[in-house]
Every structure is written in structure tokens, then in C-alpha cells.
């Protein structure tokens, strides 16, 4: 029979040796208030942070959003994900990602902060898949955030839906007939990465007279957000990565 003490003594040993568990927080759009107590309190916590790594050297948007609240002693984990479509390229990319998190889980919980939600078009999706696919034993755990196009909305001051409208979210436009579509059936649309093909969109928007409803938020809640209400003087803007377009189709369904 094994005294308490002994017990007590293998049951910490053996609980040393147990990964710790991989939490994706969403952090919001990038106002570092814009994150969740659960959120907050699960980063201060962990004693591994992770997070995109930034382009060109220059911080993240996640990591900028929580660079406030990373406590000294918290260990920074920058992740390489690349702005590339090629699946293969990505795959790779993800599984190298999990790697060195899964190495990271031997030391302890990490969290991974990603920017806006962390279920809506977040690499979050796809670092946890890879991870879960290698180590199906692994604990992960996921916190909400809050997504760009309701912090847009909020920095408009529009409501983006009422009642019984519908609301279309295109992630990325390859045709401008899936936009068309999404006009005719919704009665807000919500353009994600609108920053390519911004002058096809406006052009559309012309000739369906919607250029009034439309607006586009860039950097949405940071200090360098810049707001477009009504799209009819703005054919041509140059627009960064981090920008969305919120359609309001007018005289439809309340
Ligand atoms: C891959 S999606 C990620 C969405 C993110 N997970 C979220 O919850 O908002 C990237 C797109 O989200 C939009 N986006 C994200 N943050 C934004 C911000 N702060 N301001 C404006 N658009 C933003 C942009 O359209 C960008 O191209």
C-alpha cells in the first residue's frame, strides 16, 4: 500500500509529464480593450503566448492587441503563417506551426491569441486541426472574441442587421457575380478582404446605385482607422489588408 505522501509525490510526477493544454483566444480587431475577461484572464495565465508573427518585422495584429496585457515573465511564441493561397505551402506552414506548439505544450499551457474571433475565418481553425490531427490526445480550448465586422459596424454607429434581415459574409470575392448574388438575397453584405478588387466592387456598387448604403472601415477600432461612409466620391482607394465593406441594401425586408 503507497502512503499519501508517496501518492501525492507520483501523482505530481506524473501530472509534470502531462502537456499542457492550447487555448486560441480571440483578442478582437485590434483595440487592446476589445478582448473578453475569459480571454484576458486565459492569456495572463498561460506562461506561453503565441501568435501570427508579424510581416516585414513589424508586430502582429493580435500581438499588438495583447502587447498591454503580456506579463515579464510570459514566454512569446511567434508563429510564421504565410499570405499565400497555395494549399500545399499552407499545409506545411500549419503543421510546422503545431509542431512547435505541441513542443511548447511540454513546458505548459499556451495560448494562442488571434485577432478579431477565433472561429470566423481565423488560422486558429487550422493550427488546432493540424495539431489535433498529429496529437489527438491534446486539450484545446477555444474563447471567443469579438469579429471585425461588428466592431466595424460599432465604429460606423450603424446597426449591421434588424429584424428579419439577412446578413452575407463574403470572405474573399473571386466573381462578381457571387457579389450579385449576395446583394439580391440579403439586405446587408459584409465584403472581407475587399482591398484587391475594391474598384470592381465600386463599379458594381455604381450601377446598382448602392454606392449611398456602402461604407468601408480600414483598421477598424485602431488608433489609425479611417472611416468611408457613403462611396460615391471614393472610386479608387488604396486600400490595406485589414479593411471590410458593409453594404446596407435599402427598401427591402425591415
Ligand atoms: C482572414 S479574415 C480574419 C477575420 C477575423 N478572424 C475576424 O474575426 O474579424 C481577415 C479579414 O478580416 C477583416 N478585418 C479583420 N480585422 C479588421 C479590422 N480591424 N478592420 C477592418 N477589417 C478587418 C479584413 O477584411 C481582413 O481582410
Same mark, same amino acid.
Given at each position: 500500500?503507497?502512503?499519501?505522501?508517496?501518492?501525492?509525490?507520483?501523482?505530481?510526477?506524473?501530472?509534470? $509529464? +502531462?502537456?499542457?493544454?492550447?487555448?486560441?483566444?480571440?483578442?478582437?480587431?485590434?483595440?487592446?480593450?476589445?478582448?473578453?475577461? %475569459?480571454?484576458?484572464?486565459?492569456?495572463?495565465?498561460?506562461?506561453?503566448?503565441?501568435?501570427?508573427?508579424?510581416? +516585414?518585422?513589424?508586430?502582429?495584429?493580435?500581438?499588438?492587441?495583447?502587447?498591454?496585457?503580456?506579463?515579464? $515573465?510570459?514566454?512569446?511564441?511567434?508563429?510564421?503563417?504565410?499570405?499565400?493561397?497555395?494549399?500545399?505551402?499552407?499545409?506545411?506552414?500549419?503543421?510546422?506551426?503545431?509542431?512547435?506548439?505541441?513542443?511548447?505544450?511540454?513546458?505548459?499551457?499556451?495560448?494562442?491569441?488571434?485577432?478579431?474571433?477565433?472561429?470566423?475565418?481565423?488560422?486558429?481553425?487550422?493550427?488546432?486541426?493540424?495539431?489535433?490531427?498529429? $496529437?489527438?490526445?491534446?486539450?484545446?480550448?477555444?474563447?471567443?472574441?469579438?469579429?471585425?465586422?461588428?466592431?466595424?459596424?460599432?465604429?460606423?454607429?450603424?446597426?449591421?442587421?434588424?429584424?428579419?434581415? +439577412?446578413?452575407?459574409?463574403?470572405?474573399?470575392?473571386?466573381?462578381?457575380?457571387?457579389?450579385?448574388?449576395?446583394?439580391?438575397?440579403?439586405?446587408?453584405?459584409?465584403?472581407?478582404?475587399?482591398?484587391?478588387?475594391?474598384?470592381?466592387?465600386?463599379?458594381?456598387?455604381?450601377?446598382?446605385?448602392?454606392?449611398?448604403?456602402?461604407?468601408?472601415? %480600414?483598421?477598424?477600432? +485602431?488608433?489609425?482607422?479611417?472611416?468611408?461612409?457613403?462611396?460615391?466620391?471614393?472610386?479608387?482607394? %488604396?486600400?490595406?489588408?485589414?479593411?471590410?465593406?458593409?453594404?446596407?441594401?435599402? $427598401?427591402?425586408?425591415?
Amino acid at each position: 500500500m503507497k502512503s499519501p505522501a508517496l501518492e501525492a509525490s507520483l501523482e505530481a510526477s506524473l501530472s509534470q $509529464h +502531462r502537456p499542457g493544454r492550447l487555448c486560441g483566444i480571440g483578442v478582437g480587431p485590434g483595440d487592446p480593450e476589445l478582448i473578453t475577461v %475569459k480571454a484576458l484572464r486565459r492569456l495572463q495565465a498561460a506562461p506561453i503566448v503565441a501568435f501570427p508573427a508579424g510581416l +516585414r518585422g513589424e508586430p502582429g495584429v493580435a500581438q499588438s492587441a495583447i502587447s498591454t496585457w503580456l506579463q515579464p $515573465h510570459q514566454q512569446q511564441l511567434p508563429l510564421t503563417f504565410p499570405y499565400v493561397q497555395d494549399e500545399a505551402i499552407l499545409k506545411a506552414a500549419w503543421k510546422t506551426a503545431a509542431d512547435q506548439v505541441w513542443q511548447a505544450m511540454q513546458n505548459g499551457d499556451v495560448v494562442f491569441a488571434s485577432e478579431g474571433d477565433i472561429s470566423f475565418y481565423s488560422t486558429f481553425t487550422y493550427l488546432a486541426q493540424s495539431l489535433l490531427q498529429q $496529437h489527438p490526445e491534446a486539450q484545446v480550448e477555444a474563447v471567443p472574441g469579438i469579429c471585425s465586422p461588428l466592431a466595424a459596424a460599432a465604429a460606423l454607429g450603424i446597426p449591421l442587421t434588424v429584424r428579419s434581415q +439577412r446578413l452575407a459574409v463574403l470572405p474573399a470575392l473571386y466573381q462578381m457575380a457571387t457579389l450579385e448574388a449576395a446583394l439580391a438575397w440579403a439586405e446587408a453584405v459584409v465584403l472581407l478582404k475587399v482591398s484587391s478588387v475594391y474598384a470592381q466592387v465600386w463599379s458594381m456598387l455604381q450601377q446598382q446605385q448602392l454606392l449611398e448604403h456602402s461604407y468601408v472601415v %480600414k483598421h477598424a477600432t +485602431r488608433p489609425d482607422q479611417m472611416i468611408y461612409a457613403g462611396l460615391k466620391d471614393w472610386p479608387d482607394l %488604396k486600400l490595406p489588408y485589414f479593411s471590410l465593406l458593409i453594404i446596407r441594401v435599402p $427598401h427591402r425586408r425591415p
